[in-house]
Structure formats: structure tokens, C-alpha cells
């Protein structure tokens, strides 16, 4: 089975502060992602990953940014925390190739007060 | 711009019969289409999926079906069990680059199954 870890479930971070969000795959997955899951937007996608050092932006990258140091590991970093970054941060890792699904993790709920 | 749209919030169901979740979108270079389902405090996990060259995917109690010329896909859940209740997304998918294939997501449609 897939194992995607995301290394909190719930942060309380101040308005300013940098905030870390990490995420840990063990397939040995080429791609990995970041969405934030707000209500009734469903899930928007932030960052991507395909490969280790290799980023590109989602739909929603702005205040955000990623660091991918190892395969294995897809780090979220929000830059200087604000009230509109409190939401459901989810990471998802999928194989290369095509008509692969996305695996993911249970979600980090971050509030930032 | 919603390109994937699941226009039901909500759905209540009578254990037993069939649930018929619903999902339309717009982007015709779609070519992957997925449903996932949501537990709270958990994260999506995968359901059932279907290629864009195929018009019906089953796998045990779920059935995809996928209208083309509608832009409208379907999941069937028969029979319909308590378990089922949670929350469903449907997402397409388009490729990307270097093999990475972008998901977008509908709401969510919260499904409850009644005893």
C-alpha cells in the first residue's frame, strides 16, 4: 500500500510566522503535490514536483513556495503566514506515466491566527 | 472558472439502493477521470478511475460511466452501504509535463446512507 505522511495534523502558526509543511512518500514516487481544501472549492493545486530539485506552480501558488531535497520528500513552505493560509493542507504523490492516480496523505489543518 | 462541476452538495440514500453520484466538466482535453472518496480527518482516497477511450469502468459495487458528447460522468454505487457515507470528489486529469498528469477536482458531493 501507498504510504503518503504529512508530519502534522494540526498547526496553530501566527499572522507573519514561516510556516514548514512536510510530507514524506515511501512508493518511490516521481511526482509529488500540494492542494489546499477549502469548502466548496473542492481541491486546488498549489505546487508540483517531478523530480528531485524540480518544482512548478499549481493554480494557487502565491504566498507559497516548495522545496524537493529528496525523492521521497516534498516540503510546503508558506513564506509569511496570513489569515487567508488557514485551510486543509493535503500532499499527494503519484508514479510516473499516464492515468496514474494520485495518492494522498491525511491532510495538515493549519490555522493561522 | 469551475471547469469540473458536481452541481449536488448533498445526497441521501436508503441503505440498500443505489447511490448515483454525478460530475460535468468542460475542458474537452481532459483523458483521465477519477473519483475519489473522503472521510473526515482523513485524506481522498482513490475509488475507481476511467480512460476518456472507454465509456464504463466496474469494480466491484462502483461503476463509472462517462458521456463524452455530454461532458458528464457518473459513479453507481449498488447496493448502497453505511460505509459508503463520506464525501466524493470526482477529478479529471490532463497532462502536464515530464509525465505528470494535473488533477482538478470537483467540490465534493457528501453522500449519507440511511439504515
Known amino acids: 500500500d501507498v504510504k503518503v505522511t504529512q508530519s502534522s495534523r494540526y498547526l496553530v502558526k501566527r499572522t507573519g510566522e514561516k510556516v514548514f509543511l512536510e510530507c514524506v512518500q515511501d512508493?518511490?514516487?516521481?511526482?509529488m503535490f500540494w492542494y489546499r481544501q477549502d469548502p466548496g472549492l473542492g481541491l486546488r493545486l498549489i505546487y508540483f514536483?517531478?523530480?528531485?530539485?524540480?518544482?512548478e506552480k499549481g493554480d494557487i501558488p502565491e504566498g507559497y513556495s516548495v522545496s524537493r531535497e529528496k525523492k521521497e520528500r516534498f516540503s510546503l513552505i508558506l513564506e509569511s503566514a496570513s489569515t487567508n493560509q488557514t485551510s486543509m493542507y493535503l500532499c499527494a504523490s503519484s508514479p510516473g506515466g499516464t492515468n496514474q492516480p494520485q495518492h494522498f496523505g491525511d491532510g495538515t489543518r493549519l490555522s493561522i491566527l | 472558472d469551475q471547469q469540473v462541476k458536481q452541481n449536488s452538495p448533498s445526497l441521501s440514500v436508503q441503505e440498500g439502493r443505489i447511490s448515483i453520484l454525478n460530475c460535468d466538466y468542460t475542458n474537452s482535453m481532459f483523458d483521465y477521470f477519477l473519483w475519489y472518496k473522503k472521510y473526515p480527518a482523513e485524506g481522498p482516497t482513490f475509488l475507481i478511475s476511467i480512460s476518456s477511450i472507454k465509456d464504463k469502468n466496474e469494480d466491484g459495487r462502483f461503476t463509472v460511466f462517462l458521456n463524452k458528447s455530454a461532458k458528464h460522468l457518473s459513479l453507481h454505487i449498488v447496493p448502497s452501504q453505511p460505509g459508503d457515507s463520506a464525501v466524493y470528489f470526482c477529478?479529471?486529469?490532463?497532462?502536464?509535463?515530464?509525465?505528470?498528469?494535473?488533477?482538478?477536482f470537483g467540490q465534493g458531493t457528501r453522500l449519507t446512507i440511511n439504515p
Open positions: 477529478a479529471a486529469s490532463s497532462p502536464i509535463l515530464q509525465g505528470a498528469q494535473k488533477l482538478v
Open positions: 514536483s517531478y523530480d528531485v530539485k524540480m518544482k
Open positions: 512508493m518511490d514516487h516521481e511526482n
